[in-house]
């Protein structure tokens, strides 16, 4: 066992011990797989395969990604004018920044994110704790508004695994999304509060895995050039297993009322009711119950670690994010079968992660 397989499982990591690659360095797979995406190689470029990549990733208590309809930004999407990506940005400083693991202007001594390690001493590691994690990351992602108006956008929202619709693109429409699904007074799994005047209405994702991965050229072409490839091996792979796999948001209307106006939330007398029923939903879309195994890929800008192209963030129902770098198409196969099915990370692809500590049992993708 390696040093950091030993550090992950005195954190109570579930880990795999399978190979992350199932073939020849080089590949020796042949030409038909090859032509099938699944052992598809990348152009020469430069990745960074010496530094150290487990813990890479800086804490943080929410992760937002918002509808472009895009898969290239401008460098700092953040400081796009007129974007809302920029109006949140504004909102949530000075003490909170967003920007994939980017600066963290004016923040106050008491606004600071609890260190990246675990009680074990695994960097990058952290809980989802957004009560006490206040920085959220923001992202910009492929996938088209789902609203029937332009100028308002769909975000995707973790690790609460919600979609909030309706968003205005402009300052007020920035600071509606704050209040209502960002502010970390607002605890996990639970319902908006206040609902009253607000346009914005949330769901939760109708997927039992969100895949992002960064595909921001302008910021890194190292990425540009990984994500399509690993898209489509990552389709092909799941497809394979029994998995449907989708590009775009699916309207989340087609699986009820919104939470805003639940019947049955509404109905429950306290917060603590409302949460139980919301991880029953969760718990209900997560590929071992759903009715049908849906993963949704998506493109997102900077997440930081170009270096470590390609870069791939898993988000499943549990609450859970897995940051893996290095990611080629040959390792594919091994982060379907052991960490979106299994539940169970691939050591020498971590770049670190949100709930990945699981004390008494051997998946993540146990409850």
Known sequence: ??????????????????????????????????????????????????????????????????????????????????????????????????????????????????????????????????????????????????????????VLVFPDYKVVTEVAVSPAGAEELWEHALSPSVNLHSTPRDTKGTSVKSWIIPYACVIL?????????????????????????????????HSQVEAPSLSGPALEDDPVLSALASEEEQQTEILRRLHSIDAAHAESKRALILFCSHVGGHKYAGNVIINTPQGVSIWYGRVTPHEVDAIVKETIIGGRILPALLRGGMNLCHPGHKSLNDW
Not at 103 to 117: I, S
Not at 239 to 244: I, T
Request: aromatic share 4%; charged share 30%; with cysteine.
């Open 1 to 154: 066992m390696d040093q950091t397989s030993a550090q992950l499982q005195a954190a109570e990591v579930p880990v795999s011990d399978a190979p992350c690659r199932g073939c020849a360095d080089p590949c020796d797979e042949g030409e038909l797989i090859s032509q099938l995406g699944r052992h598809e190689e990348y152009p020469k470029f430069d990745v960074d395969m010496e530094t150290e990549m487990l813990g890479s990733v800086k804490p943080y208590g929410r992760q937002i990604v918002i509808s472009t309809g895009k898969s290239d930004w401008a460098r700092e999407v953040t400081d796009a004018s007129g974007s809302l990506a920029a109006f949140v940005s504004h909102v949530s400083s000075p003490g909170l920044f967003g920007g994939g693991g980017g600066k963290e202007k004016g923040r106050k001594e008491k606004d600071k994110p609890v260190n990246g390690a675990t009680k074990a001493g695994v960097s990058g590691v952290f809980p989802a704790d957004p009560a006490k994690i206040h920085k959220v990351t923001i992202l910009n992602g492929s996938h088209r508004t789902v609203s029937d108006d332009d100028d308002k956008e769909t």
């Open 213 to 245: 991965l960064c595909s921001h050229k302008r910021r890194d072409n190292r990425c540009a050039i990984a994500a399509p490839k690993l898209e489509h091996t990552l389709t092909a792979s799941l497809e394979r297993e029994g998995w449907e796999v």
